[in-house]
């Protein structure tokens, strides 16, 4: 497809930089539900550089038109909702942005296809030499994927030419292993090329939990101990695992949704205010209140969490299977798909404060919310 340049017009906002964004993991939930609708998004608002473009990898054998049509499928039921529409301009455009390789990330062959790929979107499609490497792939893979990026010289930086790699979420499967993946891409990549993230951050409602906070005068002299009673945080999805099975058997909700989306909206809930909105400033400030949580005891895990597994059932009328029927799951599989618990936070400001975290999959009802339930006033004059 050569769909020129000039039909993604630049917008009012500054446009991303020219780059090659290379998905492992292509063919995955995760990118077609959620990475190639938000970049379309992007395009949409003129967001991102008229000389960009997308490589997909994945181990499945695809030629480059089918994947391209399994990826606009994925834009065109993701990206918008029942009030919109999609622009079939900026579709087009964004068709002829999209290239594939397929191949095994364990196997270096692929990495030289890879490189090739890379130089040739580059010459046709006039972008600059920087590139982006988004890990969608199963966690296990994160250290091969940077260790081979490295050997083929697809890592390596010269001048303005940037390379970036991004990971998702689990970094790791706990603290030891955490530590152990980030020493193995050091290796290879220096600090300011890796980008570890948190999707959930991206959501506008989050990223205003501290405008609410901080810019509301009314708020911030009751956000504390003496006035609130107590805070419920639910992340409640109506899907199943879906495709996930396989990934979903090793982490459950806890891994899954805890210690990053629920950890991050907690801790900008609960965090002191920043010296400024500087990235790093508002990490210390989170850092600082998740270490003040009380490190649950194994009779805590007895008395103050819940854990749960969905069953068949039906969502919208529409008949369901359960978690153990699910495709890639265990017959006798024993990983949770809810879980539930109770904290608390040992500071000044939230000392005996409970927090009450909860996700789940094939829940009733879509919805992330944080309630604050303000204690009573000692008289109430109104029922």
Known sequence: ???????????????????????????GDLTQRKLLPALYNLARAKLLSSRFAIIGTSVEPLEPEAFRERLLEAIRAYATDATDELDESVLAWFASRIHYVSGD???????????????????DQGIEDKHFYYLATSPTFFGEIVRQLGQAGLASEEGDNWRRVIFEKPFGHDL???????????????????????????????QNIL????????FEP??????????????????????????????????DMVPNHLFQLLSLTTM????????????????????AVQIPTPEDV????????YGEGAVGNEPVVGYRQEPHVAVDSRTETFIAMKLM????????????????????????????????????LFR
Request: a positive charge; charged letters at 30%.
């Open 345 to 380: 936070i040992d500071n000044w400001r939230w000392a005996d404060v409970p927090f009450y975290l909860r996700t789940g999959k094939r829940m009733a009802t879509r919805t992330t919310e944080i309630v604050i339930q303000f204690r009573r006033a000692p008289l109430v």
């Open 105 to 123: 990330v364990r196997d270096p062959e692929f990495y030289g296809r890879l490189r090739d790929m890379c130089t040739q979107v580059r010459a």
């Open 272 to 291: 002191e205010p920043p010296v400024s909105f500087e990235a790093d400033a508002v990490r210390d400030e989170q850092t600082k209140v998740l270490r």
């Open 222 to 255: 009751i956000w504390n101990r003496r006035y609130i009673d107590h805070v419920q945080i639910t992340a409640a999805e109506t899907v199943g695992v879906e495709r996930r099975g396989a990934y979903y058997e090793t982490a459950g909700a806890l891994r």
């Open 176 to 206: 030891e292993s955490a530590h152990e993946l980030n020493a193995d891409i050091k290796q290879v990549l220096r600090e300011r090329q890796i980008y570890r993230i948190d999707h959930y951050l991206g959501k506008e409602t989050v």
């Open 211 to 218: 405008v609410m906070r901080f810019a509301n005068s009314i």
């Open 302 to 309: 007895l008395s103050k969490m819940a854990r749960g597994q």
């Open 1 to 27: 497809m050569n769909t020129p340049a000039s039909l993604l017009p630049e917008g009012p906002g500054r446009p991303g930089d020219s780059c090659v964004m290379v998905i492992f993991g292509a063919t």
